[in-house]
């Protein structure tokens, strides 16, 4: 149980173009999600949290405008790079949070690598 | 705000070694939650265990255990009996209890090495 997807895996796009990633929860219903950015070699950062039905809070430093959330439902939510640029090439991890999950764990996702040419 | 450091980028171990890797932390909160993530190559996120702040006993899962100094803040991780399958990124991570969904804060990683 608690299994998280992301889809796609890997995206290469051109500079200018959006792309959307999707992030499910497949055997749960996922109150909160959150979306994560890790460069090569690096730790994982906090993009926003969002919760069903709500905008998404972001991190400082995060502009909404161009990286937008939607959580419609209690097992999807997605990330959206708008007019990506090659700054934003990285690899874009979501976890959610069961309302039945005790002690507050993240079910991670296995990520998305997003290269923008 | 809170903070998370881990002091070795690196490290290396043989196999059926035990090796422990270091985590500080820094805190004014008095509830919360520690933890330590496996990154692989395959990249995904595995939980490897997990500290509740107000439990004095120290967190045992299998060959890993956790050495829980509250008043200094330090949450190391050992591996015992380490196995090839153990190589990849360890991540301790904090997150405050608030009842609601809580964020969790990551240390920058220690690159774990098992060799034969």
């Known amino acids: 149980g608690a299994v998280v997807s992301q889809h796609p895996s890997r995206v290469i796009c051109k500079s200018g173009t959006s792309v959307k990633i999707e992030c499910r929860s497949l055997?749960?219903?996922?109150?909160?999600m959150f979306w994560y950015r890790q460069f090569p070699k690096q730790s994982l950062m906090l993009m926003a949290t969002?919760?069903?039905?709500?905008?998404?809070?972001?991190e400082q430093g995060v502009e909404k405008d161009k990286f937008l959330i939607n959580h419609a439902s209690l097992t999807l939510s997605t990330l959206t790079v708008t007019s990506a640029h090659p700054e934003d090439s990285s690899f874009y991890i979501c976890?959610?949070?069961?309302?039945?999950?005790?002690?507050?764990?993240?079910?991670f996702g296995p990520g998305t690598r997003l290269t923008v040419l | 705000a809170q903070t998370v450091t881990q002091s070795q980028p690196e490290m290396s171990v043989q196999e059926a070694e035990t090796v422990t890797l270091s985590c500080t932390y820094d805190?004014?909160?008095?509830?919360?939650?520690l933890f330590w993530y496996k990154q692989p190559p395959s990249r995904q996120m595995i939980l490897v265990i997990r500290?509740?702040?107000?439990?004095?006993q120290n967190a045992t899962e299998n060959r890993f255990s956790v050495n829980f100094q509250k008043a200094a803040k330090s949450f190391s991780l050992k591996i015992s009996d380490s196995q090839l399958g153990d190589t990849a990124m360890y991540f301790c991570?904090?997150?405050?209890?608030?009842?609601?969904?809580?964020?969790?804060?990551f240390g920058t990683g220690t690159r774990l090495q098992v060799t034969l």
């Open positions: 805190t004014s909160e008095n509830n919360y939650y």
């Open positions: 500290q509740e702040a107000y439990k004095q």
């Open positions: 991570a904090f997150m405050i209890y608030t009842g609601t969904a809580s964020k969790l804060t």
């Open positions: 969002s919760n069903e039905g709500s905008k998404a809070t972001y």
């Open positions: 055997d749960f219903q996922a109150t909160t």
């Open positions: 976890s959610a949070l069961s309302a039945r999950t005790v002690n507050n764990e993240q079910f």
